[in-house]
């Protein structure tokens, strides 16, 4: 499946910057050798028959600017600018730095030409009104292929993130394993997972109770519920290193497998802190109002990408099973099927609000408060007594340590060439315009289930990047305000839902799996269900 996904976000991202370069040139978007006129203000007189450079104030009318771009500011186009005067080759040339307030169109422009914030041009003068003022043209440099050029960028950008990410996760990586390794040794992760069983053997049926993999497991849903992403990922990438030592075919996913990385990709997070910092940055009254929606899109995204996991772990059924196989899964269906009666009861009824009168004194403050102070201690607490009860069981603690963290070395490293791979095409797809096109494809969809346009970027952004949708929530906040019913809804989505591709493209690297069977598609729903109830919950209590 995920050979599919990758090469069409491939094609859809070269595909679509071919088309979008095509129709710019053809229409001459960036009016290439094209000349607009400017005023301009010099800072210090100007002399004519001198060779030099001048600081000065470029304007552009915005009624001229709109006519050239077929753009819309309401304001005239104001910048500094450099210019440059060669008397002997008779040329003129204009250099202007780019900020946040230029117009969007000059973006793109230094963006393709080069350096970011700059772009260069020539001048010419139409006539002067004292030595101090002037009147004239400006022709900007030619601009041609935008989006491959993006395209181009982007791919060498992201294979470099995808290389600065595995290298940031070797020491996390060797830490956290080292300590595991300690805790294995002294039977420590057997004795959590016997606690745990009754659960753990429902879920992970074909993983012996007290197999490692289920310490490992327990450890990285806990880590990942707290908030501690650092720590989650080691013990996962360990975990499916102990599910693929029970893999009897390997290179193919085994149904434990797409389990556990239906519950990640699900994202049940206690605490989104990382949406709530965003949110009282952008100034929030309420940053923490998102805990309560954030839990239930969660809870959501859970319920769904387990269910959906357990279904499709069944397919394809044999012809004339699949009367037993409903027969044998239909006790779990009714009791999904009375969850999700109960809590649309809750809701609907008023119910959830003569509870909330019952436990009134646990505050979303409180709550926040006592999450917060287990995630900082959680860290310390789990060396100490992972380190201290190997110590007590006479383990040879730094020994152990140190062959744990060999293997944290090697996984971190190992899953390198699948970053790189999946990061590239999504920052291709991105770069390219796709999304673009697939917003526009999906807003109807999104109208009928009452989704703003204005958030659909964060929800499909979402599952392929975390700093591309935090990027997008970020941009959201600053327009539409972190309180108002769009910022909310956004904030939501980050913390009801995880990064599918990437959580699949590491997990799966670590033990060189190929064929995922059917974890894209459980993933998916799980995304897609978090969404959905993001947009119930936000609309119900705030819309």
Request: with cysteine; charged share 15%; hydrophobic share 50%.
């Amino acid at each position: 499946m995920l050979n599919y996904v990758w090469l069409a976000l491939l094609i859809l991202g070269i595909g679509a910057a071919v088309t979008t370069d095509v129709i710019n040139q053809s229409k001459n978007k960036y009016r290439n050798n094209e000349p607009i006129p400017v005023k301009i203000l010099f800072s210090s007189p100007y002399e004519k028959n001198k060779d030099t450079s001048y600081a000065t104030t470029v304007i552009i009318k915005n009624s001229d600017f709109n006519k050239f771009y077929s753009e819309k500011v309401d304001n005239d186009v104001v910048f500094p600018a450099r210019i440059s005067v060669n008397t002997k080759e008779g040329k003129k040339s204009l250099f202007f730095n780019i900020n946040d307030k230029s117009p969007k169109i000059f973006k793109e422009i230094a963006g393709v030409t080069g350096d970011d914030d700059d772009i260069t041009g020539k001048i010419r003068f139409s006539h002067f009104s004292g030595d101090s003022l002037a009147q004239g043209f400006i022709i900007l440099e030619e601009v041609s292929f935008t989006k491959l050029k993006d395209v181009t960028n982007s791919a060498l950008s992201y294979a470099s993130t995808a290389v600065n990410i595995a290298i940031g996760l070797i020491g996390i990586m060797a830490l956290w394993l080292g300590v595991m390794k300690v805790a294995e040794e002294a039977g420590l992760i057997s004795i959590i997972a016997r606690w745990l069983k009754p659960v753990t053997t429902k879920l992970f049926p074909d993983v012996p109770a007290d197999h490692p993999a289920m310490g490992s497991m327990i450890m990285n849903i806990s880590a990942n519920m707290l908030g501690l992403g650092n720590a989650a990922t080691p013990f996962g990438l360990k975990a499916m290193e102990e599910l693929d030592k029970l893999n009897p075919n390997k290179g193919t996913a085994t149904n434990a497998m797409v389990t556990f990385l239906a519950i990640n990709t699900a994202g049940m997070t206690l605490i989104p802190a990382t949406a709530i910092a965003i949110r009282a940055s952008a100034g929030s009254s309420d940053p923490a109002i998102i805990i309560g929606t954030s839990l239930f899109g969660a809870f959501c995204a859970t319920v769904m990408g387990l269910t959906s996991a357990k279904i499709l772990e069944k397919f394809p059924i044999k012809k004339g099973e699949f009367g037993a196989w409903l027969r044998s899964n239909l006790k779990g269906f009714l009791v999904f099927i009375s969850l999700i009666l109960i809590a649309a009861l809750i809701i609907l009824t008023g119910l959830g609000s003569l509870l909330g009168s019952v436990f009134n004194f646990v505050t979303p403050d409180l709550f926040k408060s006592v999450i917060q102070f287990f995630s900082i201690i959680a860290i310390p607490f789990l060396i100490i007594v992972f380190i201290g009860y190997g110590a007590i069981k006479k383990i040879k603690v730094y020994e152990q340590f140190v062959e744990g963290a060999k293997e944290g070395f090697q996984i971190a490293v190992r899953i390198i060439p699948y970053l790189v791979a999946m990061l590239v095409a999504i920052g291709i797809f991105r770069a390219g315009g796709a999304m673009e096109w697939l917003i526009y494809i999906l807003r109807p969809l999104t109208d009928f289930v009452g989704m703003p346009a204005e958030a659909l970027p964060m929800a499909l952004m979402r599952p392929l990047s975390g700093s591309g949708s935090l990027g997008i929530m970020a941009e959201i906040l600053s327009v539409h305000g972190p309180d108002s019913f769009i910022g909310i809804l956004v904030s939501t989505f980050f913390g009801s839902t995880e990064t599918t591709f990437y959580v699949l493209a590491v997990y799966f690297g670590a033990v060189n799996i190929k064929n995922t069977r059917h974890a894209l598609p459980a993933g998916l729903i799980a995304d897609v269900s978090g969404i959905l109830g993001a947009v119930f919950i936000v609309r119900l209590l705030f819309g």
